[in-house]
């Protein structure tokens, strides 16, 4: 089964806030990514979060990271059209490699 | 402009010939990837090379197969015993220590 889980599917209307939720195991993860896709095109590190860090800005998106219940999200602010795509959270396992979730497809409507 | 590419975009191919996917890096990273990617189902990892002339089997290696001959490219086979090709292919690549991975714009093979 999935060691990182996030929900499928995010519908918002544009000018709200998307909050994207996501919970992984591997409480070593030095670094925690979201990374954006857009159709066809492969992944874009939106941002990350050093593992001993609570939260991190970053114009409209912040990432809170809660290390006791093992739960990151990411909330975007003002979202906009260009803003629908999917999203993936990874943490980095004991080897060092990247495990992904599902990816949280956003749609944003006028 | 560093980054890693990946080609063709589009691929098709008839059922039972074996293709080969191509990505190259000139970022100097030291390890690549390939992943698979089905709708819904996220990314499933088939191969990854930490270092030169070495690679590694993922969660999905059967019916691929990878060489790495040299630093900056990873080339993908999949033969004609993947059961199921049709997906979207991404190569990414990465350095030890390094902030996440960098991906290819990838390649949609498409087995008719």
């Known amino acids: 089964g999935e060691d990182v889980e996030q929900s499928l599917f995010l519908s918002v209307r544009e000018g709200d806030s998307s909050v994207i939720n996501c919970t992984y195991t591997d409480s070593s993860s030095t670094y925690l990514y979201w990374y954006k896709q857009e159709p066809g095109a492969g992944l874009q590190l939106l941002t990350y979060i050093f593992s001993n860090m609570d939260m991190k800005q970053d114009q409209r998106l912040t990432v809170l990271l809660n290390k006791k219940d093992k739960h990151l999200s990411l909330r975007i602010a003002d979202t906009q059209t260009g803003d629908s795509a999917i999203y993936f959270c990874?943490?980095?396992?004991?080897?060092?490699?990247?495990?992904f979730g599902a990816g949280t497809q956003v749609v944003v409507t006028p | 402009d560093g980054g890693i590419t990946q080609s063709p975009k589009y691929l098709f191919r008839k059922e039972g010939q074996n293709v080969t996917l191509s990505c190259e890096q000139n970022?100097?990273?030291?390890?690549m990837y390939w992943y698979r990617q089905d709708p819904g189902q996220g990314l499933r990892l088939i191969y990854y090379?930490?270092?030169?002339?070495?690679?590694q089997k993922g969660d999905i290696a059967e019916g691929y197969s990878v060489s790495r001959e040299k630093k900056e490219s990873f080339p993908l086979t999949v033969t004609s015993a993947q059961k199921n090709p049709t997906a979207f292919y991404l190569c990414?690549?990465?350095?030890?220590?390094?902030?996440?991975?960098?991906f290819g714009s990838g390649t949609r093979l498409t087995v008719v």
């Open positions: 970022l100097n990273h030291d390890a």
């Open positions: 090379s930490q270092i030169v002339n070495d690679f």
């Open positions: 990874a943490e980095t396992d004991s080897w060092g490699k990247l495990q």
């Open positions: 990414a690549s990465s350095i030890p220590g390094g902030i996440g991975y960098t």
